[in-house]
């Protein structure tokens, strides 16, 4: 509202930004006949949408919208720039199986190590977490900051996993936002079922992303308006 007052472009939170995009989405695409829950099941990216990150999501969205005050975003920004000090010093401290640390490890896990490693790497273990990785010799003191150790330990765990949703979201990004224009006759577009027809002119879809996600919406019915629209041939109601 307060950017329309001012003539900006609006800001909508995305599915894969925060929960409150996934309910605002739902509410809009599927409708409901009874109370909402928004219940974590419902978002699809929630390995990413977690309480841990909420600030490394949203802070920045939050100060381009003049939304975080300087003292926030200052405390913001040492915590980020914290974080990637200490992922960046632990990714240049290389232990190998014929340093004290490696007998340790094997103390700890049951298994030495059998090449060399990285202290970062050494994170993703099961059987190891930062602080007792950060007490291996050699690898130096652990941070201050708790949540600086948290966030580096839960990014290490489950790098593999977020970088495949990451990847999943990016790829999934121009449907997303391709935009549908709000007084289409999909009467006129031909291969849709009546039944489709009534459910994208109920809902009224905004963008190919939203009309994916209305309960019964078909791929191939997707792939009918991504092609109409790439060629332009979409039709619209005349006043």
């Not at 059998?114 to 930062?130: F, V, W």
């Not at 690898?139 to 290490?156: F, L, R």
Request: with cysteine.
């Amino acid at each position: 509202a307060s950017r329309r007052a001012r003539g900006l472009e609006p800001w909508t939170v995305r599915r894969d930004q925060a929960y409150l995009g996934v309910l605002v989405d739902d509410l809009i695409t599927r409708g409901t006949l009874e109370p909402y829950r928004m219940f974590t099941s419902r978002a699809e990216h929630r390995l990413i949408l977690r309480e841990d990150n909420a600030d490394l999501r949203l802070t920045e969205i939050g100060r381009q919208l003049g939304l975080v005050d300087d003292t926030r975003w200052e405390a913001f920004s040492r915590k980020r720039e914290a974080i990637e000090r200490e992922q960046r010093r632990l990714s240049a401290i290389w232990l190998n199986p014929q340093m004290p640390a490696s007998e340790r490890i094997r103390e700890l896990t049951g298994h030495a190590l059998s090449r060399e490693y990285n202290a970062l790497e050494l994170i993703r273990r099961p059987a190891l977490d930062y602080y007792s990785v950060t007490a291996l010799p050699g690898v130096g003191s652990p941070v201050k900051e708790p949540a600086v150790a948290e966030q580096i330990e839960i990014q290490t765990k489950y790098a593999g996993y977020v970088e495949r949703q990451t990847q999943e979201i990016e790829s999934n990004r121009a449907q997303e936002n391709t935009p549908i224009p709000v007084n289409l006759d999909y009467s006129c577009i031909r291969g849709l079922s009546s039944e489709i027809r009534q459910k994208l002119t109920a809902h009224r879809p905004e963008t190919l992303g939203q009309a994916a996600r209305i309960p019964g919406m078909t791929p191939a019915a997707i792939s009918i308006l991504r092609i109409c629209l790439k060629r332009g041939k979409l039709l619209k109601k005349t006043a």
